[in-house]
């Protein structure tokens, strides 16, 4: 049974008029939210029912007091108070109408009136007379969240406003504030910036040409893009250091930087920011991408840390129940926390509150600076004496640069088992699959599995790997370039045509195949498709990493769906979506349950 949806929007009410018809309690509540945006009540009642002042004592002091004006009426007067008690701007017609009275002869009337007119309406307990409802919202500061069930009930509508609300980090509207100014002031910048440029490019073209005519130039009005819709496929798409100083993603990388902040930043953290940090992060990040550090050579023996340990450690996939006890026991005793930004929430949150805890700066084009700033918290740490757990998604050595890290902390001093240790946590390469349903293993259909990544260093494509009937193949870090790693399973790449090195088997564009995001957590997605579709899947789906794409019969093995065929004559999409991942409550399953599973 299909459900009705709403569009949700917030409208700017600031100065409009709203039309609030009735007497009643809920009248005083309507008048009380048009103050509240900034819009000017008008309350029209039935003149013979409630002359004499017998409004609610909350509705009587709004009017009192000059808030809310109070209009006398007969019925046959409502028509044309829509068109006269608005404003000038709109040539009288009020912005919205209120309808709290219960006669329904009444709502009737003035609803079909509003509709003929195009004025937005809303009637109480009437759904099939309101053009608008109004959700139940938690406001504070610039930050509202608003529920609606479509009609299904008010008061679960409040109580599901209330837990939300409740489960958010305290503080978290006055981030939204200071975060707002901050991308102003991103935005401001790098507009004074594409104005240098474009005004340096104008004298330029002067100086070299003969001609007095200045030359038309056009704005890039595609320098910010609206952020209001889920974010799209090239929301992490790398930023080369060959481009970086002319590309339009560099142009806007301190803007898409503050944006991964917005993502990915634990909410308690991202609540916690202060003015001083704000401007710290600015200094720090509206500078063009800062080169890694000159090599300052190994540590030698006599300047090694005497104190203080450093634990480098994978988080799992996301869920905290997936942690191994080592790990866990790492994030209760460590002194220090470097964390990188990937690992989820639900982890974090098992951090002691005494604990120091930093996110990994890293934001397109800076990745290596962040990565040296990393190691240089974690020795000044260590070498303080201080234990240090070096917190990283999945497993560190699988696409972790786990193994990066163990050499520089080599280089510095560190001792593998005395001052170094390295924790395992469980790969998303494997561990993804089996979420969405997905053995990597399967017999008669797939003897191999073939761990590969999408992005070489520096950004560089890796070589594909070539087909093979019974090979399953997951590719991390992959998603925000799937066009050209699909170009590159499916099709010779011009290296391999340049040296005639055509021999590997090529993947046909009917192989199952399948986009895991955020495995394991609460919004976890997984995008079931062919290689003919996956890149206009995560196109017009969006993409929310951490995600992984599985390549290979295996795909298919416990699902049966097959997405829908692509001919024009139909209208359904070549690819499934399946959302949310609530499968690990084993606190929910009896001891009795448990063995049966066994």
């Known amino acids: 049974m299909a459900h009705p949806r709403s569009l949700l929007t917030a409208v700017n009410s600031h100065g409009h008029v709203h039309l609030v018809i009735g007497a009643n309690s809920l009248a005083a509540a309507r008048c009380s939210q048009s103050l509240a945006v900034g819009a000017k009540p008008i309350l029209v009642t039935p003149g013979p029912a409630h002359q004499g002042g017998l409004l609610p004592p909350a509705l009587q002091v709004r009017v009192d007091a000059g808030e809310v004006r109070w209009v006398h009426s007969s019925p046959g007067l409502y028509e044309t108070y829509l068109e006269t008690l608005g404003r000038e701007q709109v040539d009288g017609f009020v912005d919205a109408v209120f309808v709290t009275d219960r006669d329904h002869c009444l709502a009737e009337s003035v609803a079909r009136a509003c509709m003929r007119r195009r004025i937005p309406v809303n009637v109480v307990d009437r759904p099939d007379l309101c053009s608008f409802t109004l959700l139940s919202t938690h406001t504070e500061g610039p930050l509202q969240i608003g529920i609606t069930t479509n009609g299904s009930g008010c008061k679960l509508a409040a109580r599901i406003r209330r837990e939300v609300a409740s489960a958010l980090p305290t503080g978290l509207g006055e981030a939204c504030a200071r975060l707002g100014a901050m991308r102003r002031r991103i935005q401001e910048g790098d507009w004074r910036i594409e104005e240098a440029a474009t005004t340096a490019a104008e004298e330029t073209l002067l100086q070299t040409t003969e001609t007095t005519t200045k030359a038309p130039t056009t704005a890039n009005m595609t320098l910010f893009e609206d952020d209001s819709y889920d974010q799209n496929a090239t929301f992490n798409q790398l ?99 470097l964390a ?66 163990v050499l520089r902390l080599r280089a510095a001093g560190f001792r593998d088992g005395q001052s170094l240790f390295v924790l395992p946590g469980i790969t998303s390469a494997l561990s993804g699959p089996l979420f969405a349903g997905i053995p990597p293993t399967h017999r008669d259909v797939a003897d191999q599995v073939l761990i590969c990544t999408g992005t070489g260093k520096k950004g560089k494509p890796p070589q594909p790997p070539g087909y093979r009937d019974a090979r399953t193949a997951v590719f991390l870090m992959a998603l925000h370039r799937i066009v050209g790693l699909v170009t590159e399973l499916t099709d010779y790449t011009a290296e391999e045509k340049e040296q005639s090195k055509m021999q590997r088997t090529l993947w046909p564009l009917s192989t199952p195949c399948a986009v895991i995001e955020r495995a394991s957590c609460p919004d976890q997605k997984v995008i079931r498709t062919t290689l003919a579709h996956v890149a206009a899947a995560i196109e017009q789906e969006g993409s929310r990493p951490p995600g992984l794409l599985v390549v290979g019969r295996a795909c298919n093995v416990l699902h049966t769906h097959v997405p829908a065929s692509s001919d024009s004559t139909t209208t359904s999409k070549p690819w499934s979506v399946e959302e949310g991942f609530a499968n690990l409550d084993l606190g929910s399953i009896s001891p009795a349950g448990l063995a049966s599973l066994a």
Request: aromatic residues 4%.
């Open 239 to 337: 930023v080369l250091p060959a481009t970086k100083n002319d590309s339009d993603a560099a142009k806007t990388r301190r803007m898409r930087w503050l944006a991964q902040m917005c993502e990915y930043w634990p909410l308690k953290r991202l609540a916690s920011v202060t003015d001083t940090e704000v401007e710290t992060l600015l200094e720090a990040y509206t500078t063009q991408a800062a080169s890694p550090p000159e090599d300052r050579g190994q540590t030698s023996p006599s300047d090694a840390p005497s104190q203080g340990r450093i634990i480098l450690a994978g988080s799992g996939p996301g869920h905290p129940d997936l942690l191994t006890r080592a790990v866990h026991q790492a994030i209760l005793s460590a002194d220090v926390i």
């Open 340 to 405: 990188d930004k990937l690992v989820p929430q639900g982890v974090l949150d098992l951090i002691p509150r005494r604990t120091e805890v930093a996110i990994a700066r890293k934001f397109p084009g800076n990745a290596d600076a962040a990565q040296e700033e990393l190691i240089e918290q974690a020795t000044a740490a260590a070498l303080a004496g201080k234990t240090v757990l070096r917190l990283k998604q999945g497993d560190p050595f699988v696409y972790g640069r786990g193994g990066e890290e």
